[in-house]
């Protein structure tokens, strides 16, 4: 390429000079004389070459000298062409910045007050041209504005429009365009047109952005906003999108085509010798920090270009609309516990390290420990080792596993003031407590572990205090003679206490472990922690402390492992328990509950709180004969508890007899597992027979009044409090003079439902021939007929699309596709074929054909008929849906349809598809349903289950694929629990009884076991092998509304700090209704194997509550989304 | 004797060719240049040693090559003087801006019936020394000047309909798909001559007048 070389004079070279140059000259808006540009570009390389300034330019003295003497009448003109011919003559860089920007500042500057110029296109355009070359257009903007000029030009918004898009500002630039358009400013249609490409563009955008799945949709155009920019790529208004994601942006020209401020050259302070202008400084202006201002009605000056450039730091500007952007990880809840977590490899790498290092200062113990002389290693290396060690410090980076609730830092300091970690504490006071020799006792403290999920471990230091400040030679007797003189105060302060509810439930994970009294004598920290708690002193309900140690001192006992090195024993109770058979383990050691065998374990499972307080009672000083009895063959664990004898033998025998209640207050009333202490602070609470207390957990906690404690077999948490104001629920009429705890597993009549024999025995008796709608069909061929058919249509083809014709009995079908298949049978849609030729009325249209195995196909008949009979009028739309209309049975030859092998269900066909439909169009775009809108659907759901439960029906196989949507009706207005309009035609509607349970058919006691459903929607019980009754729809309704919130099959955990209540593993986003979901799944996940139908209907009502304000929003979101469904099937995405 | 006219066919073909091809490289930078048609409905290929910016769009592209082929057609009979490219705005009609490409046609090269022995006397003007890497690089100097233009050219912020005229020989016959135009010269316009280049036969001069916005 030829290079403009100032020396070389080729024609090429001096006549298109410009176009090597090109680069360095400001583009104008107007353009530039191409001539007046060569020549311009010619003279400054010459100018360069020769090294001389360019300051003999008569001309341009003249025109400043006329322009800043102000006398004239048109001084706009004069600066006018002024800046004409300095931008002609100057048209690269450095000349153009130490000609031209002054010249267009200082023009700026003096008329900016002249009222006359305010809407002259002149002016503003001198004032766009100064805001190209500075470093913060944004704050010119802005200035203008305050200043009123310019406003009534669509070049003042195209301007600053175009700037903010550039700077990403996306929400602001549309408002100036928008405001353009109000403000009528001239010329408005280029002004309309400048914004509809604006709007093209954004829409480009967006498009573009969800589809590389940056943000979501309703993130729409908004940029999130950056925080801690780096320098280079800071922006102030506006943050830079590549900063988001760390890339740097290159250095972008500044001004209204860059985003971020360029390097500026050092002005040349030659300026004020030219011309004779003035430099405008701070002090004189007083102009304000750029961007620091933003009422800009009180702008008075602009700071000045030099002054502005100083500006290096982002200022903070105020929030235009910009989204912070949250970390793309997972937020957990923030709520107010602290839940600490154990990592197991870290406890297992600590272990090991715990173990082998002797040296180590970590293995020496803390240094307190040392202190107190009990954790020397030199004294005695195998202090660690041998039972009764004191607990070896955790390593950095372990953390105890514990609920905290409040933190009081004054708890941590020791008797000198010294400020101790919890393990510091907790050791030193087992090591009091203990001793370093072995003691051959299982203490008597349970592990109290309330099983609440609700209730935070409060971490109760007072009681670590305490440990502290007890003289150690007290201490090893209390440990001993754990409830001592303790015990009276225990029993009176039990009540205040949740001892009642606690039920020990211990981890059941952990497998008997062999250990020596050292898990023995670590549980006697939880004793003695809880007989502290006995302390009168001491109020607040405090036996979660010893769950905080029971931790510990898993952890502390984490070297007692097996050689095995099975450390499984002291899992993370949070370990998602999956297998059947380790539960199966389990259950079965429970099932021995009697033998003491495993007595520690065995004993834990059994034992609650009540056996000490009744210890208390029994108030003998010593307790050891009890605990001695078991010492021997005992394997004692760290939650060990010791049930005495006759409590064991009280509690079986309690299991089967109504259980009579001590409480003198009692009032006769009836109590059960499920019964809810109502506060008594509640007066004007009207029960009726479905009333439910919803626990709320702060009152729960200090429910009043239960004296003496009985040994209930309080294990439903739920404040089994006998009060005189129990709620009771009678919600179904059944004996409810048997005080009904959950029976022991011997109790239940397990069943399992599946069973195909019954089934089949069932089904026979019920003849089913006889009834309406059943079509026999004897002929051979039809079977055959009709999975030919099947085939056909599922190939797809010309020939299925036209319909294949199938003969069914005496109806004829047209069968057009297949619509779903499943694990027991195919689904396809078809039309009658007198239909198919005309269409008559009182025709549903289509239906769908669900083809399985007859004695499935009967069963769903079967179901869908009694729920018919059974349910209220109102419910019956809900279910229509899954009404047969028919019945085939094929492939047989007896004319009952005994044997038939094949059955055919014809069922109305639900148009507008499953939730399933539902869900994949949102996942299919990569979005998610909104919260409101999903609950609605759990009402729908909630509603429509609840209503099968009380007929007596557990439908076993809840899943979206099995909820049809219902869209009927017309009238759109807006939701309202009473579902007003058409609500009540919308919704949802159950189908897929085939795996349906008739609990009529079976007695009160019964429980079932066995595996149904889908893999993702088997109840927890299913899951471990436990029998279960109502859980199976619970937990699939959970599991439901899980998919609908976050799209993904939902995953259980135990309930950190408890061992039987479960909790979704993804924790719930922080901007949803985070209590609300936390109680629906809590109740859902954890009802009880009950013959009562779970309370549904409180949940619904907790639900519509919440949603009592949203009715138009339901109503919108549920319309965009039927839209967008519909979209989808248009734009052929679907299938 | 008997290649002369042969091979001046070829010649001309050959030249043809890069003119029309340079024509059709031309209108397209001038297009995405000047913002015509968004950028997106371009993309980038490799000519000439550079990046060139050709339109996606269908519609766009059938009616250049239409044109372009009718272009073709009358270099061959070398009836073209001039091509030219106007820019308009879409609503009032007025010319902003208007890129002209004068075609010289070497007559003696192609004169179709065979009296070019007056020519044939080895008056070779320096034209036919052309190598093909000289006329890329010419026409890469001129693609890249239109993108270079930038720098004078004011901000087409309307939006803009094109048009290509074509001056011919007053003989020719106007064909069908074209009608007979005024020339759309641009009121009070700066005219600014760029480069040029020349094949064996032809030379093509680029040129382009505007209007500054001179306020």
Known sequence: MNRCDGRKHNDGDVEFAWETAKENVQPLRGGRDGRALNDAVLREARAGMRGEGDDDDAEKAALWARATTGTSDDALGDWCALIKHVERKYPTGNGREREVVPALERCARELQDEARYKEDARYLRVWIKYADCCAEPGDIFKFLRAKEIGQRQALYYEAYGAFLE???????????????????????????????????????????????????????????????????????????????????????????????????????????????????????????????????????????????????????????????????????????????????????????????????????????????????????????????????????????????????????????????????????????????????????????????????????????????????????????????????????????????????????????????????????????????????????????????????????????????????????????????????????????????????????????????????????????????????????????????????????????????????????????????????????????????????????????????????????????????????????????????????????????????????????SLALSAETDVHIDNKSSSALTLADAAKCVSKGGKRAAAGVAVTLGDISYVFKGRIGEGAHAEVYEAELESKARTSSEGDVGAYALKVQEARYAKWEFVVARRLLERLPAEASAAVNWAQPTALHLLGGRDLAGEDATMGVLVMPFGEHGTLQDVLNSYLREGKQMHETLVMYYAVELLRLVEWIHGAGIVHADLKPDNLLLRNGGDDWCDWAPHRPGSWAEKGLALIDYGRAIDLLMFPEEAAFVGDAGAEAFRCVEMMQGKPWTYQADCYAIASTIHCLLYGSYMEVELTPGTTNTYRQRQPLRRYWKTELWEVIFDRLLNQPTDSTPPPLGSLRSLLEEQMRGEGQNIRKLLMHQTIDMYQQIRDGKVK | MSTEPASKAIALRGSTDHVVEFFGYAVNSVLYQRGVYPPESFERKSKYGIGVMVTSEPKLREYLVNVLERVDQWLMESDLRKLVLVLADARTGATVERWAFDVQTDGSKTRRDGENAGDANGEETMKTEKTEKEIMQEIQAIIRQITASVSFLPLLDRECAFELLAYTDKESATPDECEESDPKYVRDGVEMRLRSFSTKIHKIEAGVSYKTDDA
């Open chain 1, 166 to 764: 550039i700077r990403h500002a996306y929400g602001a630039a549309n408002e100036q365009y928008e405001r353009g358009i109000e403000m009528r400013a001239e010329p408005l249609d280029r002004l309309r047109a400048s914004y509809a490409s604006f709007q093209h563009r954004m829409v480009r955008r967006t498009q573009k952005r969800v589809e590389s799945g940056e943000i979501d949709e309703d993130q729409g155009e908004e940029i999130a906003r950056s925080f801690g920019d780096t320098l280079k790529t800071r922006s102030r208004t506006g943050g830079a999108v590549s900063s988001r994601r760390g890339a740097a942006q290159p250095e972008a020209p500044r001004g209204l085509s860059g985003p971020s401020r360029g390097a500026l050259a050092e002005p040349s302070t030659s300026n004020a010798q030219e011309g004779g202008l003035e430099i405008y400084d701070d002090a004189e202006n007083g102009a304000p920090t750029p961007g620091a201002n933003t009422e800009t009605a009180r702008w008075e000056n602009l700071g000045s270009y030099r002054e502005m450039r100083k500006e290096n730091s982002a200022q903070a500007t105020s929030w235009n609309g910009q989204r912070a952007t949250q970390s793309k990880r997972k937020v957990t809840v923030p709520s107010d516990e602290i839940t600490v977590y154990e990592d197991t490899e870290c406890l297992n790498a600590s272990d090991v390290k715990a173990a082998t290092a002797r040296g180590s200062s970590r293995g020496q113990g803390s240094l307190r420990q040392r202190a107190d002389g009990k954790a020397d290693l030199s004294r005695d290396p195998m202090l660690y080792h041998k039972s009764g060690a004191p607990v070896p410090p955790l390593a950095p980076g372990e953390r105890p596993k514990t609920l905290y609730r409040a933190f009081k830092p004054a708890d941590l300091r020791s008797a000198d003031g010294e400020e101790m970690c919890y393990e510091e504490l907790r050791a030193a006071a087992w090591v009091r407590a203990n001793g370093p020799t072995r003691r051959p006792r299982a203490f008597p403290g349970p592990i109290i572990e309330p099983a609440e999920g609700d209730h935070e471990m409060d971490m109760d230091i007072e009681d670590d205090d305490m440990n502290v400040h007890e003289d150690a030679s007290a201490l090893p007797q209390l440990a001993t003679r754990s409830t001592g003189d303790r015990a009276g105060t225990l029993a009176q302060t039990a009540s205040d206490t949740k001892d009642e509810e606690f039920v020990s439930k211990r981890s059941y994970v952990a497998p008997p472990l062999p250990v020596g009294s050292r898990s023995g004598s670590c549980a006697s920290e939880p004793s003695e922690a809880r007989s502290k708690t006995a302390d009168p002193a001491e109020n607040s309900p405090k036996a979660k402390r010893p769950t905080l140690e029971n931790k510990k001192v898993s952890a502390g006992a984490r070297w007692t492992a097996d050689e095995g090195g099975t450390r499984s024993a002291i899992q993370d109770p949070t370990m998602t328990i999956c297998t059947k058979e380790a539960w199966g383990d389990i259950m079965s050691m429970f099932s021995d509950s009697v033998a003491p065998g495993d007595g520690g374990y065995d004993a834990d499972l059994s034992a609650d709180d009540a056996a000490r307080p009744k210890k208390g009672v029994a108030s003998a000083p010593a307790p050891t004969p009890t605990p001695a009895e078991d010492s021997g063959s005992l394997c004692v664990r760290e939650d060990t508890c010791v049930l005495s004898k006759e409590m064991l033998a009280a509690r079986l025998a309690e299991s089967r007899r109504p259980v009579e209640l001590r409480e003198p207050n009692d009032n006769g009333l009836f109590v059960r597992e499920d019964t809810v202490a109502i506060p008594k602070n509640l007066t004007s609470l009207s029960i009726c027979e479905d009333t439910e207390c919803i626990p709320n957990f702060a009152s729960m906690v200090t429910t009043p009044g239960s004296a003496a404690p009985a040994p209930h077999s309080a294990r439903r948490v739920k404040g089994l409090k006998s009060t005189p104001t129990a709620g009771l629920r009678e919600a179904t009429p059944k004996n409810a003079s048997t005080a009904k705890k959950r029976p022991a597993l011997a109790q239940l009549q397990l069943i399992n439902p599946f069973n195909e024999q019954a089934m089949d025995e069932h089904l026979t």
